[in-house]
């Protein structure tokens, strides 16, 4: 098949974990088909960047992201419109167009529009299967439900009850879904169950997340006592208040007994106010670095201090295909098949947090055998090769059924 692929994240260099899993999609579907991308950027993309997409993409073409402003025009005019605010504020005219050009051009029997945010600019296009990838719902909701304020809460109220509004309107002009977790499948299918509609809903499939195991193979370096690594950025909201969390509750406890723990945050700092974290002694941000992988691997465990946010974690698949054993909450773990105490340790509360991570400090044993354990979960679940063959199997299968749409792509 021809596929047109709309991205809100240009994916490469690929990190962070919007970009993984659409490079690693790109590269899969590359194998069984031609694939011409749509990418929003967050600035001119460089040569070697364009090169390395070229490797899997019959063409890329780019535009420039203009991200949410809550006090534009727009935005506030979203207030008394049924669609999200954010919906509207980012609807990008630049874009559309590029989309709808390129799927003049490119005789494409079937669009994917990766994230939520894409779906607005597949729905004028006529003529070919559409599959959303990856919707996302779980941090919208969660905001609904954590609001402190009443003002807050009514707010993310109303926002919720758009996005509600709104995946329905999707779930009808589509006809295919991706959700990464079986906690997004049931988040969607409570707020619109098959049941209660008069339409036949498109079917729902789970395709995780996942690691390419190649990547992962060499030495990267030995693990050092008393070393532990959060890697995420800062700059998502869900990041901040892991390590703030792990930073306040947390890593006081572990240093009464271990004084030479030392944590280390990777990822963007831009506007980040560190500021509100208190208690650095020990711990090191380092901002984005070009490779990952020594970082994890010279560390003794990897931390994921998860509350809220949705999906599921890279940043736990990347550390133990590495073979860095992870402690995390089971919020942070959430969506992942991960044996707690053969293959991860799960700790809910702060003192049991603290207690699981002394736990593993202080026992070499225990961590080679989270190590071992953790590789062969990954191999068997989460290799990309494996997830690529599901998701293109499940696209063709889509395809297949839906064959009254018209052959070539005639756009409105």
Partial sequence: MNILFLSRWFP????????????????????RHTVDLVSFTAGEPIHQAMAELQRYCRTV??????PFKPNRLTALMGYFSTLPRSVIDMYDQKMQR??????????????????????????P?????????????????EQSLNAAAPAQRLRTALMWQKWVRYIKRI??????FTVVSRAELDLIEKFDPQDNSEYRLPPIQIIPNGVSLEDYRGDFGIPLPNTLIYSGALTYHANFDAVSYFIDEILPEIRRSQPAVTLTVTGSLQG?????????QGVVFSGYLDDIRPAIAQSWASIVPLRIGGGTRLKILESLAIGTP??????????????????ILLANSAPDFASQTLRLLNDPALRNSLSRNGK????????WDTIGSQFCNYIEQIAANNKNHEPYPLVS
Avoid: C, W
Wanted: proline content about 2%; glycine content about 8%; aromatic content about 6%.
């Fill in 61 to 66: 073409k780019t535009t420039p992201f203009r």
């Fill in 171 to 176: 779930r009808r002009q589509f006809d295919g």
């Fill in 326 to 343: 992870v402690i995390s909450t089971r919020k942070g773990a959430e969506g992942l098949d991960l044996k707690d105490g053969s293959d």
């Fill in 12 to 31: 490469f260099p690929a990190d962070n974990g919007s970009k993984i899993r659409v490079f690693n999609l790109l590269r899969q579907l590359s194998r």
């Fill in 98 to 123: 590029l989309i709808i050009q390129t799927a003049r051009e490119g005789n494409h029997q079937l669009v994917i529009a990766s994230e939520l945010d894409m779906a607005i600019y597949a729905q």
């Fill in 376 to 383: 062969i979960a990954i191999t068997n679940q989460y290799d």
């Fill in 125 to 141: 296009l006529r003529g070919m299967v559409k599959i959303i990838e990856e919707a996302e719902l779980a941090s919208l909701y």
């Fill in 272 to 280: 980040v106010a560190l500021e509100k974290i208190h208690g650095h």
